[in-house]
């Protein structure tokens, strides 16, 4: 289901942040850092689960400086309703 771009803008324009974009950062680097120290010696698979993660990946993945894989996964429980149902992978 697509949402109307004027309703988009003013959900927007309306929203309250749960925490800072700082927060964020320092957030996804502590959690570089730690998975750096557990994983760096063990070029691990890293799955990224579509389309949630597409940010966070993003912010992540170069921030981990040892050798790795990356792949993903797509599975909704969405489609084209407004409520989850079961997963589709």
């Given at each position: 289901?697509?949402i ?10 309306t ?12 957030a ?27 940010i966070f ?11 790795l894989?990356?792949d ?5 429980r969405?489609g ?10």
């Amino acid at each position: 289901m697509k949402i109307d771009p004027d309703k988009a803008w003013s959900l927007l324009r309306t929203a309250e942040p749960v925490c800072s974009a700082a927060a964020v950062t320092d957030a996804v680097r502590r959690l570089a850092r730690e998975i750096s120290a557990a994983l760096c010696s063990r070029n691990p698979l890293v799955l990224g689960v579509m389309r949630g993660s597409v940010i966070f990946a993003g912010q992540l993945l170069p921030q981990l400086a040892f050798p790795l894989e990356f792949d993903y996964l797509d599975v909704t429980r969405y489609g084209g309703a407004i409520s989850g149902g079961e997963p589709s992978w």
